[in-house]
């Protein structure tokens, strides 16, 4: 119930690409998807998040598309660049029982690796 | 305004030894959280806490493992006898009193156990 299955777990693109990376949730009381991003020895980013009551959010290249009768979201990354090279994260989270708290539940992560 | 900070960066101990860590959330935040990532894996949530308080650690092993945030000072995670088992990056993250979904990520600690 609380698992979250992200793929693909490596991916390989040529710059100015697209990168799309996947997830799944069971968990019908997630209401918080963030995207993290992670350069070797560094702690995760926030890049971008999204709630259920949208189709869709763009922020720059980097947009989250969710289907909530699938239970599914993506991130895609448009003209991809070298320097987008990390791992990425996707995560959900909910509002339990109206006490506001985030703990994530993360996929497994999908190493990005963008091609000059 | 500094980021989260967690020190040691790096930590290396023999099996039966302890292990502290420290977290120093970001100014203004009074909410703290650890996660466990081991190697090819993803992060998993371990314990959430507030100021002198213990919300949530339904990911804490039943046993050796232990959190607190006291009102003054850092976050500590202590793990008590350590095994080869417990070599993993931990990461503490931290946000504000409201606006808990951004949570903002220190550099972790690496534990190396011999």
């Known amino acids: 119930q609380q698992q979250v299955k992200q793929s693909p777990q490596s991916l390989i693109v040529q710059k100015g690409g697209i990168s799309i990376i996947n997830c799944a949730y069971e968990n019908t009381a997630f209401d918080y998807f963030p995207w993290y991003q992670q350069f070797p020895g560094k702690g995760p980013a926030l890049l971008i998040a999204?709630?259920?009551?949208?189709s869709e959010k763009k922020e720059g290249r980097f947009t989250i598309s969710f289907n909530k009768s699938a239970k599914q979201f993506s991130l895609h990354i448009m003209d991809s660049q070298p320097g987008d090279s990390a791992t990425y994260f996707c995560?959900?989270?909910?509002?339990?029982?109206?006490?506001?708290?985030?703990?994530?539940?993360f996929g497994q992560g999908t190493i990005l690796t963008v091609h000059p | 305004n500094a980021g989260v900070m967690q020190n040691p960066r790096h930590l290396v101990r023999r099996r039966g030894q302890e292990a502290r860590l420290r977290c120093s959330p970001m100014?203004?935040?009074?909410?703290v959280y650890w996660y466990r990532q081991l190697p090819e894996e993803g992060l998993k949530f371990m314990v959430y806490?507030?100021?002198?308080?213990?919300?949530?650690e339904s990911g804490m092993p039943k046993e050796r493992f232990s959190a607190e945030f006291p009102k003054e000072g850092p976050s500590i995670l202590r793990i008590q006898q350590v095994v080869r088992g417990d070599s993993a990056a931990y990461f503490c993250?931290?946000?504000?009193?409201?606006?808990?979904?951004?949570?903002?990520f220190g550099p972790g600690t690496r534990l190396l156990v011999l």
């Open positions: 995560a959900a989270s909910s509002d339990a029982g109206g006490t506001s708290y985030g703990k994530l539940t």
């Open positions: 806490l507030q100021k002198e308080n213990i919300i949530d």
């Open positions: 993250a931290s946000s504000p009193p409201f606006g808990w979904e951004t949570q903002y």
């Open positions: 999204i709630r259920p009551d949208v």
């Open positions: 100014k203004g935040h009074s909410h």
